[in-house]
């Protein structure tokens, strides 16, 4: 059975802004007081783009002592913000406790963090606590690139009886994110679309950056791949913000990212420079797989000598050597070095593949030969 069969969601999504325009959502990382949250509102309250206004209200952080948001106070600010601007509000939850004190404030919107969709145990407290409500619930992905566990926590809310659901993608976490913060593996959207047909996906472009001047291209490719919205964290002062400082932008600075984004038309390169650019790629990449071919064979003759001469698969002090010698071409040409290290760690458990099976193919002919 598709999994994406499993889940009953209504045609009608009042997540989306219901136009053919991408749904905005916008507020700070954090809310931090009053005056922080309804001077940040009513800045977008101006942008008829912005429809949703999020503001975390607890915030799970990596380490202990660092500001681990407002608590309930702020959800009476967030409650002043929609009541005087009109905007739909919306907060994370985690817990029960979440769950009751944000249905309780009248909160429009909710969803569950990376941190949260990383564990059933957690996702479940909140599907339980949400039984019978009637509410929009999106779902971040997961901080590692599992979709099934993403999938997984919708099935959970679904099972509850929510069938307001979206998708929020966040960026995930793997061995070299560079340039990210969160590492956005474009496929994934594709790929979850699959899973989950029909269901909205919001991009949060400012986890993926982690960084304002990035914010941009992360936000165009998203809707170049058909994201329903963008969830962009945005404050009125975000240096002085007390979380994720460098990836938020002022209201002014959204109004500015939205319209060059250019929501109503696609903005694409000159196809022929674009062909002409692909044609290049592929010259390269042709290139760059017969080099990979003839390493290959190379490899695999060192193995054979290692095999007559008893020596170790694994020479730590040569393969040191190479990847010294590698990241200091890498800096010296301007490449990035984590891109080059990760490349060549990937070549090396390559070549010792090749090795390996060199032996293993001359133990199995020397057993066969035995009486
Ligand atoms: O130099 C060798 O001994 C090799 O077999 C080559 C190679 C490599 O692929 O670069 C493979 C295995 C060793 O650990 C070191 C380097």
């Known amino acids: 059975m598709n999994a994406s069969t499993s889940l009953q969601t209504v045609a009608k999504t009042k997540i989306l802004n219901g136009g053919p325009l991408p749904t905005v959502i916008a507020g700070p990382c954090s809310a931090e007081s009053e005056d922080q949250m309804l001077q940040t509102a009513r800045a977008l309250k101006n942008d008829h783009r912005v429809s949703i206004f999020r503001a ?89 690139p599992d979709l099934q566990l993403w999938l997984g926590a919708l099935e959970r809310l679904n099972r509850a009886g929510i069938t307001d659901l979206g998708l929020i993608h966040r960026g995930f976490s793997t061995p070299n994110n560079k340039p990210y913060r969160n590492h956005p593996k474009w496929q994934t959207i594709q790929e979850i679309r699959n899973l989950a047909l ?3 996906l919001i991009c949060d472009p400012s986890h993926i950056a982690g960084r304002r001047d990035l914010l941009e291209t992360v936000s165009q490719q998203a809707l170049h791949l058909g994201a329903d919205g963008l969830m962009i964290e945005t404050h009125i002062n975000p240096d002085v913000a007390l979380s994720d400082a460098s990836q938020q932008v002022t209201p002014a600075g959204l109004d500015k990212l939205l319209t060059v984004l250019d929501l109503e038309s696609e903005r694409l390169a000159q196809p022929e420079q674009l062909q002409d650019l692909r044609n290049l790629i592929d010259r390269l990449d042709n290139e760059l797989l017969n080099v990979l071919f003839l390493r290959s064979d190379v490899s695999k003759r060192i193995g054979e000598y290692k095999r007559l001469n008893s020596l170790d698969i694994y020479q730590a002090n040569r393969w040191q050597q190479i990847v010294e010698d590698r990241l200091k071409i890498a800096s010296d040409t301007g490449l990035d070095e984590d891109f080059v290290k990760a490349i060549f760690d990937t070549i090396h458990s390559f070549s010792l593949g090749i090795q390996n099976e060199v032996f293993a193919a001359q133990a199995a002919a020397t057993s066969e030969k035995q009486p």
């Open 198 to 200: 029909g269901i909205p």
């Open 56 to 144: 975390g209200i607890w915030k799970p952080r990596t380490r202990p002592g660092l500001f681990e948001g407002v608590g309930t106070i702020g959800l009476e600010w967030l409650k002043t913000v929609k009541q005087e601007t009109g905007l739909l509000t919306a907060v994370e939850v985690a817990n029960t406790q979440h769950v009751e004190e944000a249905l309780k404030h009248g909160v429009d919107i909710l969803w569950v963090g990376a941190r949260t969709t990383v564990n059933p145990f957690s996702v479940q407290e909140v599907a339980d606590a949400l039984q019978g409500v009637d509410i929009p619930v999106l779902v971040k992905n997961p901080v590692n």
